[in-house]
């Protein structure tokens, strides 16, 4: 059976298991920072994802789609600080505006999601696909999952080709020179370097796809609509 959504009970899980994953991997992060900044990437990311973790335990298995990411993203905004820690808390965030009313988080949900994300790092952080930056990867699995999308509704399917996408185009940022941010003074040295906005993306959609194959059906039913009164 195709599975075509994913509700918030479970969302909340998702979001949960994601966080959990990337505070694992502070120091690989740490390191890819080193190579082309100030090695501090794994320590904002551990330090936003524990927030995000404790949030989800905070939030009501009742509250929606959209107040999950919120909620997720605000509590990364609130702990971290630099142009990553606004620009990946504002990910979250730009969530909740375009999953407003959506009972489940869907293929096409999905796709409003990554949208509102693209807008967002092009506003906040003033950056074009090509420049080097977590865009590369946002761009390339919104793509992917446009064209994912239009083929099937398979939520799991979606997450994977949006995954791939997002791990390939962050390898491939290894190639390209920084035009935005502190390490655009770094010239030719930043070659052969992936950005590590980028290979954070991809690791969140990762570990999405990952929660998602262990959790084929939904073992975590929507609660009752008087139990959430
Ligand atoms: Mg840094």
């Known amino acids: 059976m195709v599975r075509t959504t994913i509700g918030a009970p479970e969302l909340r899980e998702m979001l949960r ?3 959990e994953v990337l505070v694992k991997e502070e120091p690989r992060l740490n390191a890819l920072d080193a190579a082309i900044g100030d090695g501090d990437h794994g320590i904002t990311v551990r330090v936003g ?3 995000v973790k404790k949030s989800m335990e905070s939030t009501s298995a009742c509250a929606d789609i959209a107040t999950m990411v919120g909620n997720a993203g605000r509590a990364f905004m609130g702990v971290t600080g630099g142009a990553i820690g606004i620009i990946l808390g504002k990910m979250l ?16 949900e999905l796709q409003r999601w990554l949208e509102a994300m693209k807008s967002t790092i092009a506003t906040v952080g003033k950056a074009k696909p090509g420049d080097k930056t977590i865009l ?5 699995a919104s793509v992917a999952v446009s064209i994912s999308s239009s083929e099937s509704k398979d939520i799991a399917e979606a997450l994977l080709a949006a ?10 940022t290894a190639n390209m020179l920084c035009k935005v941010g502190r390490a ?7 070659l052969g370097h992936p950005d590590p906005g980028a290979v954070t993306f991809s690791i969140i959609l990762d ?7 262990e959790h084929p059906i939904e073992t975590y039913a929507s609660p009752p609509l008087d139990s959430c009164a």
Not at 163 to 172: C, G, L, N, P, R
Request: proline letters at 0%; aromatic letters at 12%; a positive charge.
């Open 49 to 51: 994802f524990q927030a």
């Open 207 to 213: 570990s999405f796809y990952r929660w998602l194959v």
């Open 136 to 140: 590369d990867a946002v761009h390339a």
């Open 17 to 19: 298991f994601t966080a």
């Open 93 to 108: 965030i730009c969530g909740q505006e375009v999953l407003k009313g959506r009972k489940a988080l869907g293929v096409d």
């Open 184 to 190: 655009s003074r770094l010239g030719e040295r930043v």
């Open 163 to 172: 995954s791939h996408a997002a791990k390939w185009a962050a390898s491939e």
